[in-house]
């Protein structure tokens, strides 16, 4: 078995060793999944609906332990833990209810002399591979419609943050049933092996290169992938007074950890000093340590790093450092703006998953929906404007799964999250999402 050493982001110290699951562990967890599914898959939507919302209680009844457990691991502030589990149990709720509420289609007289209906029955056994930034989170958002679904599930978390998982898949056992939902810990390799193994499907949200490997390894199994955003965040000349204090929050939440976070600001040229003297203002108020945390893992630090050294961009300011003693050598980066940047620049084109904004600008706005779109990214991006005709004109020529106008990166389970073209494919959240993890079975009798 493999190990690694887990760090604590906030300090740089090792806080924990993982055992990394390998083929033996890999093939028990998909075992045990496999054995669980005839039970689980049939019972009654009431049925599992209840079950699902006996884990949220347990999930709120242990609040201050899964707290713990996603602060061990992402060293986010408690605040944003607590209510990122909040949330985690918000979303489990609302798919024990909306499994409920058939949406399937109407069965009828299809055909003459026949009687025709529509069953949309459970894929079987989905690895859910998930990410470092939002652990319980993100899990949630998988795990959710995949039960309610009637689907069994493993659940792979990333390598630093495996705590939440293994907490929930203990709780899990006791609410859905002996091996509903599995916890398997491990590096990339053990995820590589999840894949490869006996499973039905594979819902992955992380890299695109980690969503490439996965499309290359699943074969002809579905596959749902959320694979990054580096967002753009249009700001038109008549943008409200808040939006520089708005980006600024949404780009620093999560130390910028979130793949629908504001990444690329765009504007009018004539519009571009102002912008910047804007975000550059916010960026000072904003501090690493109380109001927002660590980059995860030190390779995360270190990518961010060589992007920003290689920009050709000029730091107009940055944000400030404000950690306490004996957290100096943890993965803090105060936030930048980063301006006067050409479209190839690599703080542009690549996902830079840090506490950091960039500013391009265009003559015209046919040129800022050009740049907005230039990148192959394609996840979400905002607009920010009085005017709500040309504002709603620009959110709709933009190429991406969700647009926000005059707000940033805020989401509910009722409404649907999904990418195109480099931020992959598939739905999360809303009720859309169950038929990510069913599939349709059309019956037809002769009358």
């Given at each position: 078995?493999?190990?690694?050493?887990?760090?604590?982001?906030?300090?740089?110290?090792?806080?924990?060793?993982?055992?990394?699951?390998?083929?033996?562990?890999?093939?028990?967890?998909?075992?045990?999944?496999?054995?669980?599914?005839?039970?689980?898959?049939?019972?009654?939507?009431?049925?599992?609906?209840?079950?699902?919302?006996?884990?949220?209680?347990?999930?709120?009844?242990?609040?201050?332990?899964?707290?713990?457990?996603?602060?061990?691991?992402?060293?986010?502030?408690?605040?944003?833990?607590?209510?990122?589990?909040?949330?985690?149990?918000?979303?489990?709720?609302?798919?024990?209810?909306?499994?409920?509420?058939?949406?399937?289609?109407?069965?009828g007289?299809?055909?003459?002399?026949?009687?025709?209906?529509?069953?949309?029955?459970?894929?079987?056994?989905?690895?859910?591979?998930?990410?470092?930034?939002?652990?319980?989170?993100?899990?949630?958002?998988?795990?959710?419609?995949?039960?309610?679904?009637?689907?069994?599930?493993?659940?792979?978390?990333?390598?630093?943050?495996?705590?939440?998982?293994?907490?929930?898949?203990?709780?899990?056992?006791?609410?859905?049933?002996?091996?509903?939902?599995?916890?398997?810990?491990?590096?990339?390799?053990?995820?590589?092996?999840?894949?490869?193994?006996?499973?039905?499907?594979?819902?992955?949200?992380?890299?695109?290169?980690?969503?490439?490997?996965?499309?290359?390894?699943?074969?002809?199994?579905?596959?749902?992938?959320?694979?990054?955003?580096?967002?753009?965040?249009?700001?038109?000349?008549?943008?409200?007074?808040?939006?520089?204090?708005?980006?600024v929050?949404?780009?620093?939440?999560n130390?910028?950890?979130?793949?629908?976070?504001?990444?690329?600001?765009?504007?009018?040229r004539?519009?571009l000093?102002?912008?910047?003297?804007?975000?550059?203002?916010?960026?000072?108020?904003?501090?690493?340590?109380?109001?927002?945390?660590?980059?995860?893992?030190?390779?995360?630090l270190?990518?961010?790093?060589?992007?920003?050294?290689?920009?050709?961009?000029?730091?107009?300011?940055?944000?400030?450092?404000?950690?306490?003693?004996?957290?100096?050598?943890?993965?803090?980066?105060?936030?930048?703006?980063?301006?006067?940047?050409?479209?190839?620049?690599?703080?542009?084109?690549?996902?830079?998953?840090?506490?950091?904004?960039?500013?391009?600008?265009?003559?015209?706005?046919?040129?800022?929906?050009?740049?907005?779109?230039?990148?192959?990214?394609?996840?979400a991006?905002?607009?920010?404007?009085?005017?709500?005709?040309?504002?709603?004109?620009?959110?709709?020529?933009?190429?991406?799964?969700?647009?926000?106008?005059?707000?940033?990166?805020?989401?509910?389970?009722?409404?649907?999250?999904?990418?195109?073209?480099?931020?992959?494919?598939?739905?999360?959240?809303?009720?859309?999402?169950?038929?990510?993890y069913?599939?349709?079975?059309?019956v037809?009798?002769?009358?």
């Amino acid at each position: 078995m493999n190990f690694v050493d887990l760090p604590d982001p906030r300090t740089g110290h090792i806080r924990s060793r993982l055992d990394c699951g390998g083929p033996a562990e890999v093939s028990a967890a998909v075992a045990a999944a496999r054995a669980a599914l005839p039970a689980w898959a049939g019972l009654t939507a009431k049925e599992r609906s209840h079950r699902l919302l006996a884990l949220v209680a347990l999930i709120e009844q242990h609040l201050d332990a899964y707290v713990a457990a996603e602060v061990a691991g992402t060293g986010k502030p408690t605040a944003d833990a607590r209510a990122e589990v909040l949330n985690a149990a918000d979303v489990l709720r609302f798919y024990a209810g909306a499994v409920r509420a058939d949406l399937t289609p109407a069965a009828g007289h299809r055909l003459p002399g026949r009687e025709s209906w529509v069953r949309w029955e459970p894929l079987g056994v989905v690895a859910a591979i998930v990410p470092w930034n939002y652990p319980l989170l993100m899990a949630a958002w998988r795990l959710g419609p995949a039960l309610a679904a009637g689907n069994t599930v493993v659940l792979k978390p990333a390598e630093t943050t495996p705590d939440t998982a293994v907490l929930l898949a203990s709780h899990a056992a006791s609410t859905l049933g002996a091996g509903v939902l599995v916890a398997l810990p491990g590096d990339r390799d053990t995820g590589r092996l999840l894949v490869g193994a006996d499973v039905d499907a594979v819902a992955f949200t992380g890299s695109q290169a980690g969503g490439l490997d996965v499309v290359a390894r699943a074969g002809l199994r579905r596959v749902s992938l959320e694979l990054g955003g580096n967002c753009a965040a249009v700001v038109l000349p008549d943008a409200p007074s808040f939006t520089y204090d708005e980006l600024v929050g949404a780009c620093t939440y999560n130390a910028g950890q979130s793949c629908a976070a504001p990444a690329r600001v765009i504007t009018l040229r004539s519009h571009l000093d102002e912008v910047v003297d804007g975000l550059a203002a916010a960026m000072l108020a904003r501090r690493a340590g109380p109001d927002f945390g660590p980059l995860n893992n030190a390779a995360q630090l270190a990518r961010f790093d060589a992007i920003v050294s290689s920009s050709a961009a000029g730091v107009r300011r940055s944000g400030a450092l404000a950690v306490g003693s004996g957290e100096t050598d943890g993965f803090w980066r105060a936030g930048l703006i980063l301006a006067d940047l050409p479209p190839d620049d690599p703080a542009v084109t690549q996902e830079m998953f840090g506490p950091a904004l960039t500013v391009q600008a265009a003559d015209d706005l046919d040129g800022v929906v050009a740049l907005a779109n230039s990148v192959p990214q394609a996840l979400a991006a905002s607009v920010w404007g009085t005017a709500v005709g040309p504002s709603l004109r620009v959110a709709g020529l933009l190429d991406c799964g969700e647009v926000w106008v005059n707000c940033h990166l805020e989401q509910t389970a009722e409404l649907p999250h999904g990418g195109r073209r480099g931020s992959g494919h598939g739905t999360d959240l809303s009720v859309l999402a169950l038929a990510e993890y069913q599939r349709p079975k059309t019956v037809t009798v002769r009358l």
